[in-house]
Nanobody, 121 residues
Framework: QVQLVESGGGLVQAGGSLRLSCVAS????????MAWYRQAPGQQREWVAS?????????GDYVKGRFIISRAKAKNTVTVYLQMNVLEPEDTAVYYC?????????????WGQGTQVTVSS
């Protein structure tokens, strides 16, 4: 199993920056891709960015050039970060971290509890 704990959300003015963190613990050696999603009120959860185990990154068009995903491994944890710059009110949402593990040829997705990001205009 994998446990994910996000932090770093908050209230920021438009044009500002925030850095989200997500600490993964448990069977971290099985973790492949880690990703960030977000869900605004009344909307479906949408993918924001992801990073594979070998470091390749991908971004949604709406955050490309503004957000940066990265990860760091420690002895018993893996942390994925989301550096968010030039924030816009449209970025307001609950941000969720997801880790995908592979076991016996099957993928499993693990989710964090979410952290609120509010961008004021």
């Amino acid at each position: 199993q994998v446990q994910l704990v996000e932090s770093g959300g908050g209230l920021v003015q438009a044009g500002g920056s925030l850095r989200l963190s997500c600490v993964a613990s448990g069977t971290i050696f099985r973790i492949g891709t880690m990703a960030w999603y977000r869900q605004a009120p009344g909307q479906q959860r949408e993918w924001v960015a992801s990073q594979t185990k070998d470091g390749s990154t991908q971004y949604g068009d709406y955050v490309k050039g503004r957000f940066i995903i990265s990860r760091a491994k420690a002895k018993n944890t893996v942390t994925v970060y989301l550096q968010m710059n030039v924030l816009e009110p449209e970025d307001t949402a609950v941000y969720y971290c997801k880790a995908t593990t592979i076991q016996f040829g099957s993928e499993y997705d693990w989710w964090g509890q979410g952290t609120q990001v509010t961008v004021s205009s």
